[in-house]
Each structure stands twice: as C-alpha cells, then as structure tokens.
Nanobody
Framework: QVQLVESGGGLVQTGGSLRLSCAAS????????MGWFRQAPGKEREFVAA??????????NYADSVKGRFTISRDNAKNTVYLQMNSLKPEDTAVYYC????????????????????WGQGTQVTVSS
C-alpha cells in the first residue's frame, strides 16, 4: 500500500513555470514506477509523464504534448516524484494526479490509467492566457 499526496499546483500565466511534487508514504517507494496524469473539465484523464524504478535507470516517458517542456524526476531518499513544468500553455490547465504501480514485466513506464494501482487526490493547475 502507498498513499500519494500532490502539491505545488496554482495559477500561472502563459509561459510560466510550476513544479509539482508528489509525496509517497511507505518504505518501498523505490520499487514503484511513478506517473503523472491530468484531467481537464469534460475530458478523460490523460497521460503526461512516467518514470521507471531506479533499477531501470530512471527511464522516462512523456506525452507528445509536453515533450521538451515538462520533466519528471524522482528522489527516492525523499519518497517524492516531481513534475517540472515550463513554458506552460492554457491547454495545460487541468487537475494533475500522480500515480504509482509496481511495474509489470515489460512495462517500465506505464502510460495507461488502468495500469496504475494507487492515485493521489490531485492538484489544480490553471494557466491564464
């Protein structure tokens, strides 16, 4: 079992930056692949970024819409995963969720909602134009 708590959301202007954090409980954080998803009003939850466990060399994966602007990272000593968001656009406005899963064989950086077992409560990111 792991509990996830996101923080760092807020209101920012177009072109600005935010860093989201997701703090995880438990002593086995390093065994979990971590992901960030987002959900805008009236839309389905969508994949943003994922990072593998450290034994997979911290491999990362990004949605095309955020490549080159967002960076996912993890600090296993702090049981925390981060999402650095730069060059924000109004279309990035959404509730952002972090998620965790003990990775299945062949899926080091899961991209689908159904692949994750644990979810945080979400943090709102609003980008004004």
């Amino acid at each position: 079992q792991v509990q996830l708590v996101e923080s760092g959301g807020g209101l920012v202007q177009t072109g600005g930056s935010l860093r989201l954090s997701c703090a995880a409980s438990g002593r086995t954080f390093s065994s979990y692949a971590m992901g960030w998803f987002r959900q805008a009003p009236g839309k389905e939850r969508e994949f943003v970024a994922a990072i593998s466990i450290s034994r997979s060399n911290g491999r990362t994966n990004y949605a095309d819409s955020v490549k080159g602007r967002f960076t996912i990272s993890r600090d296993n000593a702090k049981n925390t995963v981060y999402l650095q968001m730069n060059s924000l656009k109004p279309e990035d406005t959404a509730v952002y969720y972090c998620a965790a899963v003990v990775p299945r064989l062949g899926s080091t950086t899961p991209q689908e909602v159904y692949e994750y077992d644990y979810w945080g409560q979400g943090t709102q990111v609003t980008v004004s134009s």
